[in-house]
């Protein structure tokens, strides 16, 4: 069963600082990774989309890695600020189908 | 910038009866998507639509479950006779390509159905 596990389960960072979320997965065959952001009682948005061969992708302060040999991804958002405080989701779409697979996700708190 | 919207935001309804949540995927897009939230869990894939037929669903999408483009721009999720685990935020999506062609996906703001 294709599985996404996101870590930490919840963090609070001081305004200004730098996080790491963390996911893991075994969607198999991969087709790509993506990282939403979803506001309490909002819909997800899209932060990036990585196919297998990319390793990098920025989008302003946020920046997602991805090692499909390892199955890993992180996101990394820089100099945090108190409206990045949401839930951020990690998910996986398989080469054979057209469903997603979503991670539980991270909330983050970002605090003055 | 175009966005999908759907209503209504919150439907409340008594169980066994029939909800329709409505959809309006963006203008261009060809692929469009239910998803569901139950509260405080992960988002779970429902159904995937393209050309005028579902192209996938997950095992959640049983026989209460369907689907309709019924006029080229709406996008309905029927549910035949609600059950109280049907509670849940339900969000439609839509997208140009396909999930698995790394085409990206937007989402509606959900429609909040509690079933009493």
């Known amino acids: 069963k294709n599985q996404v596990e996101q870590s930490p389960q919840s963090l609070i960072i001081l305004e200004g600082k730098n996080c790491t979320l963390q996911c893991n997965y075994t969607v198999s065959p991969f087709s790509n990774l993506r990282w939403y952001k979803q506001d309490t009682g909002r819909g997800p948005v899209s932060l990036t989309i990585m196919t297998f061969s990319e390793n990098t992708k920025s989008n302003g302060r946020y920046t997602a890695t991805l090692d499909a040999d390892t199955k890993q991804s992180s996101l990394h958002i820089t100099a945090s600020q108190l409206s990045d405080s949401a839930s951020y989701i990690c998910v996986v779409s398989g080469s054979n189908d057209y469903k997603l697979s979503f991670g539980a996700g991270t909330t983050v708190t970002v605090r003055a | 910038e175009p966005e999908v919207t759907q209503t209504p935001s919150h439907q409340v309804t008594q169980m066994g009866q029939e909800v329709i949540l409505r959809c309006v995927p963006i203008s261009n897009h060809l692929y469009f998507y239910w998803y569901r939230q139950i509260l405080g869990q992960k988002v779970e894939f429902l159904v995937s639509?393209?050309?005028?037929?579902?192209?996938?669903k997950s095992e959640i999408f049983d026989d209460q479950f369907s689907v309709e483009r019924p006029d080229g721009s709406n996008f309905t999720l029927k549910i035949r006779s609600t059950k109280l685990e049907d509670s849940a935020m339900y969000f439609c999506?839509?997208?140009?390509?396909?999930?698995?062609?790394?085409?990206?996906?937007?989402f509606g703001p959900g429609t909040r159905l509690t079933v009493t």
């Open positions: 999506a839509s997208s140009v390509g396909p999930g698995q062609g790394s085409y990206e996906q937007y």
């Open positions: 639509f393209y050309n005028n037929e579902i192209s996938e």
